[in-house]
């Protein structure tokens, strides 16, 4: 049974750093792909990142561009989001996915990952 739990959200000020992990147990990291998805009440749910097994190529939604950076360690089984230069506007709850084969075609495409943490928050004040 897959299990994803992330942790490292909290409150920040604007410009600040926070790093967020995903502990994915029950997962073949290598046959997997990942992403980071952020949620605020109201809005729809919006892709972040994503990172691809075996390639190792990432990818980042335009706002977060040279500001966060997605990675994975294997060995620990685990996802890492750090997210440097915050905004107000990065304030959301941030989840991991996992996605495993047959593998959907659009890493920012919430619904072709079967798994999912719980959530963390982050809050960045102005």
């Known amino acids: 049974q897959v299990q994803l739990v992330e942790s490292g959200g909290g409150s920040v000020q604007a410009g600040g750093s926070l790093r967020l992990s995903c502990v994915a147990s029950?997962?073949?990291?290598?046959?997997?792909?990942m992403g980071w998805f952020r949620q605020t009440p109201g809005k729809e749910r919006e892709a972040v990142a994503g990172?691809?097994?075996?390639?190792?190529?990432?990818f980042y939604t335009d706002s977060v561009k040279g500001r966060f950076t997605i990675s994975r360690d294997i060995s620990e089984n685990t996802l890492y989001l750090q997210m440097n230069t915050l905004k107000p506007e990065d304030t959301a709850v941030y989840s991991c996915?996992?996605?495993?084969?047959?593998?959907?075609?659009?890493?920012?495409?919430?619904?072709?990952?079967?798994?999912w943490g719980q959530g963390t928050q982050v809050t960045v004040s102005s």
């Open positions: 029950g997962l073949d990291h290598s046959r997997s792909r």
């Open positions: 990172i691809w097994s075996g390639t190792g190529l990432t």
């Open positions: 996915a996992a996605d495993t084969p047959p593998y959907g075609r659009l890493w920012y495409q919430s619904s072709e990952y079967e798994y």
